[in-house]
């Protein structure tokens, strides 16, 4: 046990969880973009209200999240307590810096993780603390006539407290009454500042899994010359450009929405 304790303790044991807590919130930026991909629908934030009603209300995704929550708490953590011990063991800077990409990355990524951390903090404050836990946001009511296939929406206002969806049929009329996390989410990205600020962190995700997706691989020993084109391709094109690109859009859609209202 005290072996156990003393590897995770020691700077190998620290890279190896960043590395394991790392991939993990990889994969949740794949769901997350996926949701998130539902804001373009032109349904008036039917199909995104359902989505967040499922994420916050199916048992076993809620067991996730908090894991979610721990590993990127975990994930500061450590980050911080590494760079600190570096900054320590080489207070003086290389006289020659390389000017690449990747290692202007892997120089700065205590910067870029600085700038995600407090992103997450507003950014679950105003959608995911809100929306569990405040009275700010809204409902919606949904009727999708089942012959037509048309659907009308209206704001709702439950008559009981603690409401959080309901779906029924009338007359062959579906009616979905749902939490409006949409609306929400359209009031704050009529904000240039969120909106910029929004832009700037996915920019520094960009960066930051430029180098941290693959850092997490040669960290695990998981580095082979067959597959480390295909780790190179996955780190750069997917995680580095695809997905802070779309995460980008989303504000930028919305704020120029706002603007033609």
């Not at 020691?10 to 807590?21: F, N, V």
């Not at 003086?92 to 990747?102: E, L």
């Not at 507003?122 to 999708?144: A, L, S, V």
Request: hydrophobic share 50%; charged share 15%.
């Amino acid at each position: 046990m005290s072996e156990f304790k003393q590897t995770f303790n020691s700077s190998l044991g620290k890279k190896l969880i960043m590395a394991l807590t790392g991939l993990f919130l990889c994969t949740f930026l794949i769901v997350h973009v996926g949701g998130n991909l539902l804001l373009f629908k032109h349904d008036d934030g039917f199909a995104f209200n359902s989505y967040a009603n499922f994420l916050t209300h199916f048992p076993p995704i809620e067991v996730v999240a908090w894991i979610l929550y721990l590993c990127i708490i975990i994930h500061a953590v450590y980050a911080l307590v590494l760079t600190i011990k570096n900054r320590k063991a080489r207070p003086v800077g290389y006289a020659v810096q390389s000017k690449s990409p990747t290692s202007w990355s892997s120089r700065n990524m205590g910067i870029l993780g600085s700038i995600l951390l407090l992103f997450i903090v507003i950014h679950m404050g105003d959608f995911w603390f809100n929306y569990k836990y405040q009275e700010t946001i809204g409902f919606k009511e949904y009727r999708t006539n089942l012959a037509t296939n048309e659907t009308t929406v209206a704001d709702y206002k439950p008559e009981v407290a603690g409401f959080e969806r309901s779906i029924s049929t009338e007359n062959n009329v579906e009616i979905v009454r749902v939490k409006d996390l949409h609306t929400r989410i359209q009031w704050s990205f009529s904000h240039l500042w969120y909106v910029v600020f929004y832009v700037i962190a996915m920019g520094a995700v960009s960066f930051h899994l430029l180098h941290g997706f693959q850092s997490a691989f040669k960290t695990l020993g998981w580095v082979h010359k067959k597959y480390d084109g295909i780790v190179s391709f996955i780190g750069t094109w997917l995680f580095a450009v695809i997905i802070p690109l779309l995460f980008a859009a989303m504000p930028i859609v919305y704020y120029f929405q706002s603007l033609s209202k």
